[in-house]
């Protein structure tokens, strides 16, 4: 792995710790959409002023492609997620559980569809260390119980 796998890898952790508290810390009283409104306008303003020093603004990318069927789609899911964890953490998960559920649920979905429809592998040790994760997982979120 080089230093700059580990930078971005390391980048992508620490956004989702502190996207997860955030998400935990939200008013209970907040409307889900006003939160993501305003969470997604400072998030576009916050994009805009580091596209410059990133060397968006001069590289040979066109702004059309941006608008391509994936951007559409990550636009969906950005809504999915952030409901999706936001009345999760309104219903009683707690911030652990509900990423460790979420996150081996997602792993475990894409590595079946990723070895179905995209050809990619999937071995042995791959699989144990799927089922050790689902197991993991059973045992942390054996304590929710519901009503």
Same mark, same amino acid.
């Given at each position: 792995?080089?230093?700059?796998? *580990? !930078?971005?890898?390391?980048? =992508? *952790?620490? @956004? &989702? *710790?502190?996207? &997860?508290?955030? &998400? $935990?810390?939200?008013?209970?009283?907040?409307?889900?959409? !006003?939160?993501?409104?305003?969470?997604?306008?400072?998030?576009?303003?916050?994009?805009? /002023?580091?596209? #410059?020093?990133?060397?968006? =603004?001069?590289?040979?990318?066109?702004?059309?492609?941006?608008?391509? #069927?994936?951007? #559409?789609?990550?636009?969906?899911?950005?809504?999915?997620?952030?409901?999706?964890?936001?009345? !999760?953490? $309104?219903?009683?998960?707690?911030?652990?559980?509900?990423?460790?559920?979420?996150?081996?649920?997602?792993?475990?979905?894409?590595?079946?569809?990723? #070895?179905?429809?995209? %050809?990619?592998?999937?071995?042995? $040790? &791959?699989?144990?260390?799927?089922?050790?994760? /689902? +197991? %993991?997982?059973?045992?942390?979120?054996? @304590?929710?119980? +519901?009503?």
């Amino acid at each position: 792995m080089t230093p700059l796998m *580990i !930078a971005t890898l390391g980048l =992508a *952790i620490v @956004g &989702q *710790i502190v996207y &997860q508290l955030g &998400q $935990r810390a939200v008013p209970a009283n907040a409307s889900p959409f !006003a939160v993501l409104v305003v969470a997604y306008f400072v998030a576009g303003v916050l994009s805009l /002023c580091l596209a #410059w020093p990133f060397g968006a =603004a001069t590289s040979n990318v066109s702004l059309r492609s941006a608008f391509a #069927w994936p951007t #559409w789609l990550i636009a969906l899911s950005i809504v999915a997620i952030e409901l999706g964890y936001l009345t !999760a953490y $309104r219903s009683g998960w707690t911030v652990g559980t509900a990423f460790a559920v979420a996150g081996t649920a997602t792993i475990l979905i894409l590595a079946l569809v990723g #070895w179905v429809f995209l %050809g990619n592998s999937l071995t042995v $040790r &791959q699989v144990a260390g799927l089922t050790c994760s /689902c +197991a %993991g997982v059973w045992l942390l979120a054996g @304590g929710m119980r +519901a009503g």
